[in-house]
C-alpha cells in the first residue's frame, strides 16, 4: 500500500519530466499500437489462408493459387508494416530516453549546487554519486524498455482478446480462466519482487557510500591495521543488498518459467477443446480448422505479452525507487539567500566613490533602497563584528555561545583553543555557510545577512586544512581562486606563496596534470597551492584554517613572509595550529566551550598567566 501512495505521485512527476518530447511520444504510442495491432491482425491471416485459400483447394487436380498467393503478399506487408512500426518507436524512444535523462541530470547537479553545506554534512558522497549512476540508470531502463513494452503488451492482449471472442467465445471462455490464475500468480510474486527491489536500490545506495568512503581513507585503514573490521562492515551491509537483490530477483525470474508452464498447460487445453469441436460441426459451438489454429496462435501470443506485463512492472517499480530517491534531493530546500546588497568593482576620485566594469583592486559595497530608488556604495574595508552571536548545529546543542569579536580593516586575529571549542565555526558563519539564529555578524558595519552569499563569498579568501585540488593542471588549480586571471598572476601568487620553486621542479611545470586529489604531490606542497590560490584571488578579507597544519617547520617559515605580504591591508581570521604563527596577531581568543574566555595580544595573554600561557608553555594541550 505504501509502495503504491508513493508510486503513483512520483510516476505523474517522472510523466512531466516526459513532456517535452510529448508530439515525440505521441509518435511512438501511434507506432506501438498499429505493431501490436498487426500482430493481432496477421494471425487473423492465418485462419482466413486455411480457410478460404488452402482446405478449398484440397482435392484439386490444378488449383488456382494464384488469390492465395495475394493473400501471402498481404500478410507480407502487414508484417512489414509492424517491422517499420518496431524500429521507428524503438529509435524514437532512444532520443526521449537520451533527451530526459540528460535534463534530469543536468537538473540534479545544479540543484546540488544550491543546496547548503548542512545538506552533504550528513550526506555520503557515495550516496550522492549513486543518484547520478544507478537510480538514473534504472530510469533509462524504464523509460526505454518497460513502458513501451507495457504499452504494446497491453494493446496486444486487448487486441488477442477482442480477436478471441470474435473466433470462439467458448474457448475464450477458457483461456481466460487459466489467465486468471496466471494474473494471481503475478499479483502475488511481482509485489513481493517489487518491494525488495525498492530495498536494494536503498542498499545499493549504502553500499556505494561505503566503498567511497573506505576508498578514500585507504591510507588510514591501513595504518591502523583496520582492514578486517572494515571488511566485517562490508559484509554486514553487502549482504543486506544480496538478501534484497536475491528475494527481489528470484520473485520475478521464477514468473517467467512459471507463465511460460502454464502458457503450454493452456495451449494443450484449447487444442484438445479445439480438436473435439472440429469434429462435432452438427454442434452450434462448432469451429473450423482455421479458427483453432489461428486461435492456438493467440493463446501463444496472449501469455507472452502477460509475462512481459509481470516482468516490467518490476523494473518500473525499481525505476520508480530511483525516481523517488531523485526527486527527494530536488525537493530539498535551497540555499536561502535574501541578501540584496551586492559587491562592485570601483574607482576612487578623491573621496568619490563610482563602480566600474574593470577590475581596480578597489571595491565596494552597493546598497540599493527601496524607498527612494537610490544607491550608495559603502567602501569595503574588511572590517568583520560579532555581536552577542549564539549558535548550534543543532537547536539543542549550542557550540558558540554569546560571542562578541571585532577584527578591524587590516588586523590579524587568532582563534585558539581545544577541538569543539568553536574556532572552525566562527570562519563557517562568515561565510554564511549557516545562518545565525542569536546575535548579528555585520561585515564593514552592514548585516551580513543583507549581503548576497555569493559576493559575500567573493570578498572573502579561505585556505583550509583540508585541501582539495582538481583534476586539471597546476595552473588550472591556481586560477581556481580567480577564473580570469593570467599565467603571470597565478605565476606571481605561486612566487608569494613560496609554491614556485616546488611547480617548476615538476616534470611539466605549472602544466603538470593533477588527478585524484593532487595525489602526485605531497600534503605540504597540495597545502602550497591551496594558499596561492588564495593569493590569486586577492581577498578583502582571508581565512586560515590551520592552513600550515600540513607544513613542515622550515616550510612554515618560507612562507611567513609572503604571508605577511598577502595579510597587508586585509583582515585575516587564523585558526592556530602552532602558537608559534599567532604571535604576531593584532588579537588572539582562546576560545573555551564556545565562550571566549581570553583575549588580547601574544603579551598580554602571557603575562596574564591564564590558558594561553598554559597553552604556549606547553602545560595544557592544544588540538
Avoid at 590579524?412 to 566562527?426: C, D, M, N, P
Avoid at 605549472?510 to 604531490?521: P, R
Wanted: net charge neutral.
Amino acid at each position: 500500500m505504501r509502495a503504491k501512495r508513493t508510486s503513483l505521485p512520483t510516476l505523474k512527476r517522472l510523466f512531466k519530466e516526459l513532456k517535452p518530447y510529448k508530439w515525440a511520444l505521441a509518435a511512438v504510442l501511434v507506432c506501438i499500437i498499429t505493431s501490436a495491432a498487426v500482430n493481432v491482425l496477421g494471425t487473423m491471416y492465418i485462419k482466413i489462408a486455411l480457410d478460404s485459400y488452402i482446405e478449398p483447394l484440397q482435392g484439386l487436380k490444378d488449383p488456382d493459387l494464384t488469390p492465395f498467393f495475394a493473400s501471402l503478399g498481404i500478410m507480407a506487408a502487414i508484417y512489414l508494416t509492424g517491422i517499420l512500426c518496431s524500429f521507428a518507436y524503438t529509435r524514437i524512444m532512444v532520443y526521449v530516453t537520451s533527451g530526459t535523462l540528460y535534463n534530469i541530470r543536468t537538473k540534479l547537479f545544479d540543484h546540488l549546487q544550491k543546496l547548503p553545506i548542512k545538506y552533504y554534512d550528513t550526506h555520503t558522497h557515495g550516496e550522492l554519486m549513486s543518484r547520478f549512476t544507478n537510480d538514473t540508470d534504472t530510469l533509462r531502463e524504464m523509460i526505454s524498455n518497460a513502458l513501451p513494452q507495457l504499452i504494446n503488451s497491453s494493446v496486444t492482449v486487448i487486441g488477442v482478446v477482442v480477436a478471441m471472442l470474435v473466433l470462439s467465445p467458448i474457448l475464450t471462455l477458457l483461456v481466460f480462466a487459466i489467465i486468471a490464475v496466471m494474473v494471481i500468480f503475478v499479483a502475488k510474486l511481482g509485489g513481493v519482487s517489487g518491494r525488495y527491489f525498492v530495498k536494494q536500490q536503498k542498499s545499493l545506495g549504502d553500499v556505494n557510500g561505503y566503498i567511497e568512503e573506505l576508498i578514500e581513507g585507504q591510507k588510514v585503514v591501513k595504518v591502523f591495521c583496520h582492514e578486517e573490521k572494515t571488511k566485517e562492515r562490508f559484509f554486514e551491509i553487502n549482504d543486506v543488498l544480496c538478501s534484497n537483490a536475491t528475494t527481489a530477483n528470484t520473485c520475478a525470474n521464477i514468473l517467467m518459467p512459471i507463465m511460460g508452464n502454464m502458457s503450454y498447460i493452456m495451449y494443450v487445453l484449447v487444442a484438445l477443446v479445439g480438436s473435439i469441436l472440429i469434429m462435432h460441426p452438427e454442434l452450434s459451438i462448432a469451429v473450423t480448422i482455421g479458427t483453432v489454429v489461428a486461435f492456438l496462435q493467440y493463446t501463444r501470443t496472449v501469455s507472452q505479452p502477460i509475462t512481459q506485463i509481470s516482468m516490467q512492472f518490476n523494473n518500473v517499480l525499481l525505476a520508480l525507487a530511483g525516481a523517488e530517491r531523485i526527486f527527494k534531493i530536488l525537493d530539498e530546500p535551497e540555499e536561502v539567500d535574501e541578501g540584496y546588497v551586492t559587491l562592485v568593482n570601483i574607482e576612487k576620485d578623491g573621496d568619490e566613490i563610482r563602480e566600474t566594469d574593470l577590475r581596480t583592486g578597489m571595491w565596494a559595497w552597493k546598497h540599493p533602497h527601496k524607498a527612494d530608488g537610490t544607491v550608495t556604495y559603502t567602501e569595503l574595508k574588511g572590517k568583520v563584528t560579532f555581536d552577542n552571536v549564539t549558535f548550534g548545529y543543532e537547536p539543542d546543542k549550542i557550540v558558540l555561545d554569546g560571542i562578541t569579536l571585532y577584527a578591524h580593516a587590516g588586523q590579524k586575529v587568532a582563534f585558539v583553543g581545544s577541538t569543539g571549542a568553536g574556532k572552525t565555526t566562527i570562519t563557517n558563519l562568515i561565510n554564511r555557510f549557516y545562518d545565525v539564529p542569536d546575535g548579528k555578524i555585520r561585515y564593514d558595519d552592514i548585516n551580513i545577512n543583507k549581503i548576497k552569499k555569493a559576493d559575500l563569498r567573493r570578498s572573502l579568501g579561505m585556505v583550509l586544512q583540508d585541501t582539495n585540488l582538481f583534476t586539471g593542471t597546476v595552473m588550472d588549480n591556481i586560477r581556481y581562486g580567480k577564473l580570469d586571471a593570467t599565467d603571470e598572476e597565478c605565476i606571481a601568487a605561486a612566487r608569494l606563496a613560496n609554491a614556485h620553486s616546488f611547480i617548476t621542479r615538476l616534470p611539466e611545470g605549472y602544466q603538470t596534470m593533477l588527478t585524484g586529489n593532487g595525489a602526485n604531490l605531497s600534503q605540504g606542497q597540495r597545502q602550497l597551492l591551496s594558499i596561492a590560490r588564495a593569493a590569486v584571488a586577492d581577498p578583502p578579507v582571508l581565512i586560515l584554517d590551520e592552513a600550515t597544519s600540513s607544513i613542515d617547520t622550515r616550510t612554515e617559515k618560507l612562507i611567513e613572509d609572503g604571508m605577511d605580504k598577502l595579510m597587508q591591508g586585509r583582515t585575516v581570521f587564523v585558526i592556530a595550529h602552532r602558537l608559534s604563527t599567532v604571535k604576531n596577531s593584532s588579537a588572539i581568543m582562546v576560545l573555551e566551550h564556545g565562550k571566549i574566555i581570553e583575549r588580547g595580544t601574544h603579551e598580554q595573554l602571557i603575562e596574564k598567566k591564564g590558558k594561553y600561557y598554559e597553552l604556549y608553555k606547553g602545560l595544557a594541550e592544544l588540538s
